[in-house]
């Protein structure tokens, strides 16, 4: 028998069976259910969260220049804490509490910014001809946050991007204005700090620039503690203005421009954190978290007012639900955090050592974050994106979300100003980049509420693109989930871990699927170490569905639902077996024979972690001399973000190197063995992991 035409005979037989597995919860949902959430709670929660009190919020916030540590934030942290006042949240369920934020104190591995507050600003073009550029306070964005007060007249020269020692060769820049297409604070660095110009001036020169050329992008200095007493300032501009004054240098013309930028400009000051609490009335030690970050330049509408409107309106619904007697007070404690995303959330979780999941023996059950959660559908043409938690942390949570984001998907929610927008949403793997992140790392289940599209950083994100509908929605789907957890009874116990069990089953199916893929796509010649990286996701997904299934031990543990979770466990695993066998038979067809060890010389090191995460992006390369920090900043580092917070969270003191890099394979792509090993290397080196002793 031709071998090609078995493995595709077995391969067609295998993906049958899985997606038979794969689509079972699929096909059970064809037929309409009732969601976990009841009919009249849902009812009772739609009637009272308001997308469009939510879009007044939003744009209340968006006129304040919000930048963290600065004055405009705090502006923006009292507006919070006056609305919370309003809705009934008197001083024991409401307050402020300040931080540090001098470019000084660190929280972690986290520097944290500087203070800053600035009064005007004008760019202007003296020569060839006169032409006022851009001022501040009317474009807030126009001024690179951080700057320092300032006035220069001066010639400006082109760089290009400005960001690479290269860009400087052969360039006169000492004492002048430098004109980039690099990141604000990059440029700085290089172009006044090292070079000796005096200012910079950027502009956006990507595609979307482009497309929409009259937008201008949010850059910061962000300066480290050492270079607080040289920075200078700088601006950005449009790609229209951008390309102007670059044409103008090319033509061989003199272009002078005369930049000035009043005010304090770094000081020592405070990042806010605003918290409020509707206390539980029978497990109150055990909390449920909304998070927003507040900060972000004036407008800044969905990133990320909109999610800061949205759980402030979820609050007041709640606490106007229970005090009215609609609702009773909640079982547990849910807490509301408003905060200066990353550095805010790395302090105050610093503050609070309750901050801690199940896992670390804290009481703090869930985290679900909404950043950009109002984005007009049909305006963005953009998509509401639920981000599960990773696999370093498993949990039901995203079960139960899914299940209220399809409760909502059904729902006809519509507002008088409104958008008339279908719902669309996806429940996506973990992604990183905001304030859940923070939560995770504590062992906190954490979720990301979030939506992407062209106008995010940019002087585009205004209130006109946010529409009550979306926040409506998603109010509505994070209300649901935490209402339910807050008050969760043994009945609905049974029915979430039910609910749980099939759509585990249905992710094993999946994973199983792309193990299978992974196999059939290799070559003979590596079809062993093909088998070893897929039955490698198969271990790995076990795992993960049995500690899926044991987290809702964390909610509900009497001693029926223990016995079922146990149950449900064991049989995972004969589903598993199943796979495995089926793995086995495809990738015998290929001629393999021996599934040899996933690493030829597998690192039995053990890491042990020394700080608390996530890392500050840029380690380990900030801290190592240029020649071992080159290779992380160059293409052939080949760890994302994502892989890089999972290596990190799977250290748990008893994972060696190798079982942290198969994981972190198993839930993404498999990364080279070699370069987890120097990764883990340079964090033990400059103080952030220690190795175990043997």
Known sequence: MNVSWLTCLIAARFLLLSALFALAPIAAQAQERQSLLDVKTRNLLHEALSGELAKDHVIAITRHHRIQGSRGYRAAAQYVLGELRKYGFDEKDATIESFRSDGKAVYQTWQSPSGWDIESAELRMVEPFDERLVGFPEIAMSVITYSNPGQVRAEMVWVGEGTKEDDYKDKAVAGKIVLATGYGGDVHRLAVLKHGARAVVCYLDDERAQQYPDMLAYTGLWPRSEELANVTFGFNLTHRQGEKLRQLLASGKKVVIDARVSGTGLEPYFMDVVVAQIRGTERPEEELVFSAHLDHPKESANDNASGSAAILDVARALNSLVHSGKLPAPKRTLRFIWVPEWYGTMAYIDAHPELTGPALGGKILANL?????????????????????????????????????????????????????????????????????????????????????YTHHTSEDTPDKVDPVELERCELIATGAFWYLANLTPEQAREWL???????????????????????????????????????????????????????????????????????????????????????????????????????????????????GPLDFSLPASRLAPEKAAWYLSPSFPLTGNDRFELVNFIDGQRSISEIRNAVSAEFLPVPLEAVRRYLEGLVEVGALKWREQ
């Open 369 to 453: 974050n909404l950043d950009m959660v109002g984005e007009n559908l049909e305006l963005l043409h953009s998509m509401l994106m639920i981000s599960r938690t990773p696999d370093s942390l498993p949990s039901a949570l995203n079960d139960l979300v899914e299940d209220i984001a399809a409760m909502v998907d059904q729902m006809d929610i519509q507002t008088p100003r409104g958008s008339l927008s279908a719902s669309n949403y996806r429940v996506i793997q973990f992604t990183g980049g905001s304030d859940h992140m923070m939560f995770i790392d504590r062992k906190i289940p954490g979720m990301m509420f979030s939506h992407s599209d």
């Open 498 to 612: 039910a609910w749980t069990v099939a759509s585990a089953a249905h992710r094993m199916g999946l994973d199983a699927l792309r193990a299978q893929r992974l196999l059939t796509a290799a070559h003979k010649n590596s079809a062993g170490k093909s088998w070893a990286e897929a039955q490698n996701i198969l271990d790995h997904t076990l795992g993960r569905e049995q500690q899926v299934l044991g987290s809702i031990l964390s909610f509900h543990s009497d001693g029926e639902i223990t016995r079922s979770v146990r149950s449900y466990q064991e049989q995972l695993k004969n589903q598993f077996a199943f796979f495995s066998q089926e793995l086995r038979v495809a990738a015998q067809a290929t001629g393999a024979r021996v599934i040899p060890a996933l690493d030829a010389k597998p690192d039995p090191r053990i890491p042990v972690r020394l700080t608390r």
